[in-house]
């Protein structure tokens, strides 16, 4: 059973910063893209950053210059460094990521963690 389980999230002033991560565990073979979306009350899910699995970064022109995306191939592990949070930046934030397991290829997804800025 595969699962990904997200932290970090929280409550922060404006202007504040944040580091969300990403642990995924099971039988795992290999995850290719990861990924952070997210989904503010009202509005489709978007992306915000994602990485390959050969550290290549993309981002939301929201994201950029504020947002970095890493990861840590050893422990499974993808992060979302969230610097000069604006109050739109509030939302739940999901982890995703494509793994390969034993038995399959598909997409997972995080549970969610709220973050919430305020002005």
């Known amino acids: 059973q595969v699962q990904l389980v997200e932290s970090g999230g929280g409550l922060v002033q404006a202007g504040g910063s944040l580091r969300l991560s990403c642990a995924a565990s099971?039988?795992?073979?290999?995850?290719?893209?990861m990924g952070w979306y997210r989904q503010a009350p009202g509005k489709q899910r978007e992306l915000v950053a994602s990485i390959s699995s050969g550290a290549r970064e993309n981002y939301a022109d929201s994201a950029k210059a504020r947002f970095t995306i890493s990861r840590d191939n050893a422990k499974n592990t993808v992060y979302l460094q969230m610097n000069s949070l604006k109050p739109e930046d509030t939302a739940v934030y999901y982890c995703n990521a494509q793994i390969i397991s034993i038995t399959r290829v598909r997409d997972y997804w995080g549970q969610g963690t709220q973050v919430t800025v305020s002005s």
């Open positions: 099971g039988r795992i073979v290999m995850i290719n893209d």
